[in-house]
Each structure stands twice: as C-alpha cells, then as structure tokens.
C-alpha cells in the first residue's frame, strides 16, 4: 500500500528566506505526487502536481517541488517565503501500479510559520 | 458552478445517535472521497468511490457507511456515533487518473 512520510511537524523560516517542507513516499508502481495547503478554518487547496516529465514542477503561489526518484522524494521549496505562506502543508500520493484505482494517500501534515 | 459542497457545517451529536453528512459535486467527477482531520493524525481516508455504484474501504472505515447511487452525490452515515468520531470531516473529488481532488469546506462534528 502507498504511504506518504512527513517528517517535520513544524518548520520555521525568516520571511524572504528560502524555505522547504520535506516529503517522502513509498509505492508499488509509479506514484502521482501533490502538495495541498490548509489555511484556518478552511478546506484544502491544490498546489501543485506531479505526473509524469520534468522532475521540477511549479505551482500556485510561488511553490514549486522537486520530485527524485531515487531518494523517493518530493519536497516543496519556494525562494522567497511571505507571512502569507504560513499554513498546514500537506503532500499526497497516488500509486499507479498498472491497474485498478487507487486512493490518495495523505501525511500527517507540516505546519510552516513564516516570521516577519 | 458549485464545486463540492458539504452540509451540515456544523454538528453535535449524542452518543449513539446517527445521522448523514452530505457530499455533492457538479463537476461531473468519477473518483469520490471522505476523509477525517484529527490534529496531529493528519487527513486519514475514511471511504472512497470510483464512479457510481461502486466504493471501497480506505485506512479508518469502522463506525462509518457510504453509498454511491449518483455520479454527484457521496453521503456518508454513522450510524450509531461515538466520541472517537468527533473530528473535522472533508469530502473530496476529482477525475479519474493523475488529477488533483477538489474539496469541500468540512463538517465539523462533535460527539459528546
């Protein structure tokens, strides 16, 4: 069964710092990668995916992640983190093995704070 | 265009007592799903759908049933309710495949 890690409850950055949020997966076959986001008292939004290609993917808001193989690894980074960013992140894997549907797996959720 | 809504908001039930969280989506969606938001366990999946008629389990399935008669709606049922089941609900869709899942603004159940 797939199963998404992240290992960071809480990370903190200075703003206009460079930040990134850590996320690593386990699959059968190919994996379908997403990160959400979770403001206050709000559902959950799409930032951004990855399928298939470029190993590099941008997304809403100035976010973009690195998806490697190897390390079974897909963090979010963005260059320059606002006060705005501050939020529960989330990243999802769907497994792909071939055949069938599979479900969207989620982890447990890194809360970033941005520090003015 | 609606996208996933979720009804109640708000709800608070006794022990024992049962009731029916509503899930629709105008968006013409295959894939179905119902997750629970518990601080520090992140979102675990309850149940899920494929298409109409067909469901599965997903991680925390217990205390909880779903049907899928029509592509646009999800209820889910709890039938008998407990304290453990007090949480933050979200329903979610999307397409079949490589797409990202649209979700509803929650139901926020407490159990006393």
């Known amino acids: 069964a797939q199963s998404v890690a992240q290992p960071e409850d809480q990370v903190n950055v200075a703003e206009g710092n460079p930040l990134t949020v850590k996320c690593t997966y386990s699959?059968?076959?190919?994996?379908?990668l997403f990160w959400y986001v979770q403001y206050p008292n709000r559902g959950l939004q799409f930032l951004l995916k990855?399928?298939?290609?470029?190993?590099l993917v941008k997304g809403s808001y100035g976010f973009e992640a690195e998806f490697n193989k190897s390390q079974t690894s897909f963090h979010l980074k963005k260059p320059s983190a606002l006060v705005s960013d501050s939020a529960l992140y989330f990243c999802a894997v769907r497994d792909m093995p071939g055949s069938g549907n599979t479900p969207l797996v989620f982890g447990k959720g890194t809360r970033l704070s941005v520090i003015a | 265009n609606a996208g996933v809504t979720q009804t109640p908001k708000f709800q608070v039930l006794k022990t024992g007592q049962s009731m029916t969280l509503q899930c629709a989506q105008d968006m013409n969606h295959e894939y179905m799903s119902w997750y629970r938001q518990d601080p520090g366990m992140g979102l675990r999946l309850i149940h899920y759908s494929v298409g109409a008629g067909i469901t599965d389990q997903g991680e925390v399935p217990n205390g909880y049933n779903v049907s899928r008669s029509t592509t646009e709606d999800f209820p889910l049922r709890l039938l008998s309710a407990a304290p453990s089941q007090t949480s933050v609900y979200f329903c979610?869709?999307?397409?079949?495949?490589?797409?990202?899942?649209?979700f509803g603004p929650g139901t926020r159940l407490t159990v006393t």
């Open positions: 979610a869709s999307s397409y079949a495949g490589p797409y990202e899942q649209y």
């Open positions: 699959v059968s076959g190919n994996p379908y």
């Open positions: 990855y399928i298939t290609g470029d190993n």
